[in-house]
């Protein structure tokens, strides 16, 4: 079954590049973003864990820890780190989970069951890899996407969802659709006018359902 928002995020030992984990554990009681990855030292992947890289602070700024995963052994990512701090200019410090058994690529819904890894294989045999889940504290699954090999992620969308999530955490408050932190925010239709007036101040009632406030601090 897939991982569905709000599921409980698969617990697993893997190990990593900065050595072994248990990840629940890791995650401990903030964030954590998982993003996946089909082969090391592949183009596209490179620049994307660069730019991971180069968002270091702004991952610490938003209590969020970040953890690769790349179905190749531990050695291989030690050496491709090498090329990715090259390119960005900048320390990849997050690790690197090596799915080397299709454990958590599985797990994760991202392969099916009958998944392995041929000799001599290409990163088109495990393309569908591709993908970025954002947790929250509870370890459950609040966003993912899934993007194709030619199509490079954009982490600052990834960035502006993060935002948007724990802006919206356990409250009753919803984003609009390009929203950018420090503008407006919606009020969950679950307060009637006066329950949101008196939590939130002044309200905007552009629709009887569409109703927006300034985005706490």
Not at 44 to 59: H, M, R, Y
Not at 87 to 100: M, V
Not at 104 to 127: H, I, N, Q, W
Not at 138 to 151: A, C, G, H, I, R
Request: aromatic share 8%; glycine share 8%; proline share 6%.
């Amino acid at each position: 079954m897939a991982l569905r928002i709000n599921d409980l995020v698969p617990n697993f030992t893997a190990d990593t590049d900065l050595g072994p984990i248990t990840f629940h554990d890791w995650i401990g009681s903030g964030w954590a973003i998982l993003f996946s990855h089909p082969k090391d030292f592949t183009p596209v992947c490179t620049t994307e864990f660069g730019a991971v890289a180069q968002l270091a602070d702004d991952w610490v700024k938003r209590g969020t820890k970040v953890i690769g995963v790349s179905v190749d052994g531990v050695d291989a990512h030690k050496k491709w780190k090498g090329d990715i701090e090259g390119l960005c200019g900048t320390k990849a410090g997050f690790p690197i989970i090596a799915d080397e058994g299709l454990v958590v690529s599985k797990a994760f819904d991202m392969l099916p069951a009958e998944a392995y890894l041929p000799d001599g294989r290409t990163a088109a045999d495990t393309a569908t890899v591709r993908s970025v889940f954002i947790i929250g504290p509870d370890k459950k699954l609040k966003l993912s996407m899934t993007y194709p090999m030619s199509v490079g992620r954009n982490f600052a969308e990834v960035l502006r969802a993060l935002d948007a999530l724990q802006l919206t955490y356990n409250v009753p408050l919803a984003t609009p659709a390009n929203w950018a932190v420090g503008q407006d925010v919606i009020v969950a239709l679950a307060l009637n006018d006066e329950q949101a007036r008196e939590k939130y101040g002044n309200i905007d009632i552009k629709l009887p359902y569409l109703r927006t406030t300034q985005a706490p601090e």
